[in-house]
């Protein structure tokens, strides 16, 4: 058997040894320093690297960054070299915020601070209003409504309005006592893949009790890929859009990249349709189902054009897709309008109704504002707000 003074001195020696290893041991604060040293000397690498490059190399817009089609570039600037967009990493492209009637392509423009052409901000729905919510491309966001001439800016009719801010105006007018809202979700050059992109993206914030969808000319469009493939909208693609828009390092590299891309590295494999007939139709059904998950109606607007002589090939093809979309609309039972006036069947009685052979001018929009709120109307979906009496000129 040991002795005690043998196990106070074996007591005494764990004492000195665990004191000796207390003594050695770094402190916690000084350990997580140097385990992110590495990472803050990255950190200030890359940091670096963007100061260079913002003060040495021109910059690189998101807009030009997202898209680099020179076809769709050369649509963003008219010919006075003014541009209304910026980009946008889920949708390539939107229009700028706090625009104060800028006039770009002959189209007087006014967004506010959410890049809507709407007056004043869209604020969270009040308690007891009605909030219409248009889906759609340059027909509804109202390209050329009002028309104005660069060297006459003051010169422009200002009760020409897109159809879905007169519909807001005239039907405020015939219910003065309610509160209607109809916030316009639309942007030159964009198709259906976009516009259900958005809408998925701002529906929830926006709760809208109706939602109106009208896609067609730009879905039609020949291109070297779909907008599926050229435009991907899931989270991972999005992310890395967003952080490569962020820094003009990542910019520059992307661009350097492109420019030193073998001219056979990615063949040709269009034309294409940027949204072939089949996904056209299933974006209207989505559009319906995301409404109706959402506790909103859903209306369908046939798409608009105003004949198929000057360009019978895109005629043809503007007809294939209409007539796909009216037949799916009404096997699913979806309230869909036509406007038989505003489509190449009518041509050449049409003619004053257009501004040219996609965009209806002020007395087409007048007409889509009558017949939308007139079968809106039949369709019970206007809930008790009176109609207004519109005059078609």
């Known amino acids: 058997m040991r002795d005690s003074n043998s196990v106070i001195q074996d007591a005494d020696a764990v004492g000195v040894d665990n004191a000796a290893r207390h003594k050695t041991r770094l402190p916690r604060s000084f350990r997580i320093l140097l385990l992110a040293t590495p990472f803050v000397l990255f950190l200030g ?36 070299n003014v541009t209304i967009f910026d980009g946008d990493p889920l949708r390539f492209w939107r229009v700028r915020p706090n625009l104060d009637r800028v006039i770009w392509d002959y189209t007087v423009v006014s967004t506010n601070e959410q890049g809507l052409r709407h007056v004043g901000p869209v604020e969270p729905k009040r308690e007891g209003s ?54 316009n979700l639309a942007v030159p050059g964009y198709s259906s893949h976009q516009g259900l992109a958005w809408l998925r ?32 909208t899931d989270w991972y693609h999005v992310t890395l859009r967003r952080v490569g828009s962020a820094s003009q390092a990542v910019s520059h590299l992307v661009r350097w ?40 109606s859903v209306a369908v607007v046939g798409p608009v054009y105003r004949d198929s002589t000057s360009n019978p090939e895109e005629g043809e093809r503007m007809t294939r897709q209409r007539d796909a979309l009216r037949t799916a609309m009404h096997e699913a039972g979806i309230p869909y309008l036509e406007i038989p006036e505003l489509t190449e069947h009518h041509h050449p009685e049409n003619l004053m109704l257009f501004g040219e052979l996609v965009h209806p001018n002020h007395p087409g929009h007048r007409l889509i504002e009558a017949r939308l709120l007139e079968f ?16 078609i000129e």
């Open 45 to 80: 690498i890359l940091a670096g690297i963007e100061i260079v490059v913002r003060a040495t190399l021109p910059h690189v817009s998101s807009l030009s960054l997202f898209v680099t089609s020179p076809l769709q570039q050369d649509g963003f600037t008219d010919s006075e």
């Open 130 to 183: 009605r909030r219409i919510v248009t889906v759609g491309d340059s027909v509804t966001f109202g390209y050329r409504i009002p028309v104005v001439f660069p060297e006459r800016p003051e010169n422009y009719d200002r009760e020409a309005l897109p159809y879905p801010l007169a519909m807001e105006r005239d039907l405020r007018a015939a219910n003065p006592d309610r509160d209607i809202e109809v916030v």
């Open 257 to 296: 990249r492109r420019a030193g891309r073998p001219a056979n590295a990615a063949p040709f494999a269009g034309p294409v349709l940027r949204v072939p007939i089949e996904d056209y139709v299933e974006n209207f059904l989505e559009i319906a189902k995301l409404a109706d998950a959402h506790g909103a």
């Open 376 to 391: 809106l109307s039949r369709q019970r979906m206007l809930w008790d707000l009176s109609l207004p009496e519109l005059s």
């Open 201 to 232: 993206d701002e529906i929830k914030p926006l709760k809208p009790d109706l939602v109106i969808a009208c896609f067609g000319w730009n879905d039609i469009n020949l291109r070297a890929a779909t907008d599926r493939e050229s435009m991907p």
